[in-house]
């Protein structure tokens, strides 16, 4: 069942994940190179994901074939996008929402692995309407 507790669990195990990788590597490669990475970590650490995801698109009905994808789904609940970006804007913030949304998930997360530390100021969760009705 997911609960509050679970997604927050996920949550931070995704961080400790992308803090394992910036220790290793630092600030300022290509997010493709902490994509993989990420993707090395995760297996490392057994939690089970998928990579690249296309997001489906229903547009009045219908599904619109395009290539929008998720960095990474954790668990198949947790969307995780991935930056190296100077700063997190409000853009990369309603990219994550917007795959939250169409993906039907609660929470999501936005990590930016181009800053000194990851948990102060390279991460963002968001919830939206979906976590409100979840148990804790």
């Known amino acids: 069942m997911l609960t509050k507790t679970y997604l927050k669990n996920l949550n931070y195990q995704v961080l400790k994940a992308a803090i394992n990788v910036h220790k290793v590597l630092g600030p300022g490669l290509l997010d493709s190179v902490y994509h993989k990475c990420m993707k090395r970590e995760l297996v490392h650490l057994g939690i089970p994901f998928e990579s690249e995801v296309l997001i489906p698109i229903n547009y009045r009905g219908l ?14 609940v947790l969307p995780v996008e991935l930056k190296a970006v100077d700063a997190i804007h409000p853009i990369h913030e309603a990219q994550i929402l917007t795959y939250m949304k169409l993906l039907q998930a609660s929470k999501g997360l936005l990590i930016n692995f181009n800053c000194c530390n990851i948990y102060q100021e390279g991460q963002r969760s968001l919830v939206n309407d ?3 009705v979840l148990d804790d």
């Open 63 to 76: 599904e619109i074939q395009v290539d929008l994808r998720v960095d990474l789904l954790i668990h198949s």
């Open 130 to 132: 979906l976590y409100r």
